[in-house]
């Protein structure tokens, strides 16, 4: 199995009752989202955060570059897509029952936080896994698939979706097709438009998702110490 490697920050108590896992955009590598776990840190105490390196090297980068993808964006046809986001899922998905299991966590203990490319393939491990995690927040990514080869999803996590109006990388116009697609199917979604912003995270996404995760993660370690 693919062992995924990244940074990972543990809480300051040592005490893990919930877990994040944070996946970049293509080109990138982990320690691009591992700069927002200390702000989620300080009201999410016990909470341990994983930002991984993509499954694979960047394949469509200059030379000396050093990035990863969760799969290639050579082809951009929409089945190609699909074949790749469902690759990583099956990647993706294997090595988090690891960390399940390493850390005593059960599937609503932990969330998935993606950015462009990692929304996408977050948003597609999640929905495909055999129990629902405790959530899912998707920036400026899109629901890839659902318009190839429509299917029933296995899970259905709560899902808080993020983007940019002038995204000018991933059109702003894939939030309300992810979130009229996910409704359909009875997943629960929440979809956030940021005025004037493009393809980025800003402060204001940063605490709506810090509040969802809370959210969704604080329920699930409470009932774990019931």
């Known amino acids: 199995m693919h062992e995924l490697s990244g940074p990972v920050i543990e809480p300051e108590s040592g005490n893990i009752k919930r ?29 341990l955060f994983f930002a991984p390196n993509g499954i694979e090297a960047y394949d469509m980068a200059p030379p000396d570059f050093q990035g990863y993808q969760w799969f290639s964006l050579a082809s951009r046809s929409p089945y190609d897509m699909l074949q790749g986001a469902a690759n990583a899922a099956s990647i993706l998905n294997p090595a ?16 998935l936080l993606g950015f462009s490319q990692g929304t996408m393939t977050s948003l597609y491990a999640a929905l495909h896994r055999a129990k629902p995690l ?23 996590p709560p899902i808080c979706l993020i ?27 929440e979809a956030h438009a940021r005025p004037l912003l493009g393809h980025t995270i800003d402060a204001e996404g940063i605490e709506i998702a810090r509040a969802f995760l809370w959210r969704v993660l604080s329920g699930s370690a409470a009932s774990n110490a019931a």
Do not use: W
């Open 163 to 189: 983007h940019g109006e002038e995204d000018m990388v991933v059109p702003f116009s894939a939030l309300a097709h992810a979130e009229s697609t996910l409704k359909k199917s009875s997943v629960p979604v």
């Open 134 to 156: 405790a959530g899912v927040v998707g920036f400026s990514g899109a629901l890839i698939g659902a318009d190839v080869h429509p299917h029933a999803y296995t899970a259905k």
């Open 96 to 111: 988090l029952d690891e960390l399940l299991q390493r850390f005593h966590l059960r599937d609503d203990q932990v969330a």
């Open 19 to 47: 877990m994040v896992v944070m996946l970049h955009g293509v080109g990138s590598n982990g320690d691009d989202l591992a700069c927002l776990a200390p702000i989620f840190a300080r009201t999410m105490p016990d909470t």
